[in-house]
């Protein structure tokens, strides 16, 4: 179950990396402020060595290059060779020369043990088939007194930014796969005290959960439905596959569904997220 799980997955996120890729700034920018919590988190020092999982197009990771200074390393990992290639060309065009873009499936790194000074990743953890896996890898990878730190999603009802377009989906008779809580879904880590149980049982200490709200300010729903519709994973696959008038209908539903989180010209989309730190 969770090889075909994490097969589907890779499938899902290899097709949306180019939609990914072009729209790495506003993916980065959109939470911005929980990538520089979750380096606060860490507290990046030069000369360390440090391991971004699910690190998409990169974003979070390059934020360390600084801290690190010029005889640090940041390795850069995905499971989606095309992430990889996105990230590897983001931190070319950066001139980042400390950092290392790989390959890597968060269940089984390729590192030796104590191999890096901290662990971090920023909305992938959920996503993973295992995560108890995950999180015992990170676990053997970091040195002795190495800090991890990450965020999920909350709860589905405190993220409309989410919901609505899944609700659309649903409402105008298409089927999603898989199940949202279930492994790899998007609320599979969302309540804070599994999150808790998960990491002390891989044997992390001094471990710490937060939750955090925001929303996504939006000033073109029609915008935001292309953007969205692009990016968001096993969905951009699926209303990929439909007509152009079925399409219409998911648009319409999305609209209406919106409409209760328009402030005036603008339309505030609400998120939670929970945030965990422990120390190896």
């Known amino acids: 179950m969770a090889d075909e799980v994490t097969k589907q997955s890779h499938q899902a996120w290899e ?43 990169g974003e979070t990771g390059f934020l360390l290059t600084g801290p690190l200074g010029a005889d640090g ?30 390959v890597m499936d968060a269940q089984s790194l390729d590192l030796p043990d104590g191999a890096v000074d901290a662990v971090l990743t920023r909305f992938g953890l959920m996503l993973v088939a295992e995560p108890s896996r995950a999180l015992a890898e990170a676990y053997r990878v970091l040195r002795p007194g190495g800090r ?4 999920v999603w909350g709860m589905p009802d405190a993220n409309p930014w989410i919901t609505l377009l899944a609700l659309a989906v649903l409402q105008t008779g298409h089927v999603l796969g898989g199940e949202p809580f279930g492994p790899g879904g998007p609320f599979s880590l969302a309540e804070p005290e599994r999150n808790r149980q998960l990491v002390a049982a ?9 939750e955090r709200n925001g ?7 029609d915008d ?15 209303l990929a596959g439909l007509t152009s008038d079925e399409g219409a209908a998911v648009r319409a539903a999305f609209r209406s569904n919106a409409e209760p989180y328009r402030r005036g010209g603008v339309y505030e989309l609400p998120f939670r997220m929970v945030i965990v730190n422990a120390v190896r």
């Open 202 to 210: 891989a044997g992390f200490a001094e471990v710490a959960v937060e």
């Open 148 to 151: 991890l730190a990450y965020a």
């Open 215 to 221: 929303a996504m300010r939006v000033d073109d729903i």
């Open 73 to 102: 390393r940041l390795i850069s990992s995905d499971f989606s060779e095309s992430m990889v290639e996105a990230a590897r060309r983001g931190a070319a065009a950066r001139g980042l020369n400390q950092v290392e873009c790989r």
């Open 224 to 238: 935001y439905w292309d953007f969205q519709a692009s990016i968001s994973g096993p969905i951009a696959d699926l």
């Open 15 to 57: 097709a949306v990396a180019p939609a990914w890729d072009r729209n790495r700034a506003r993916i980065f920018e959109a939470t911005r402020a929980i990538s520089d919590r979750l380096v606060a988190l860490i507290d990046p020092r030069p000369g360390q060595t440090i391991l971004e999982l699910a690190a998409g197009t």
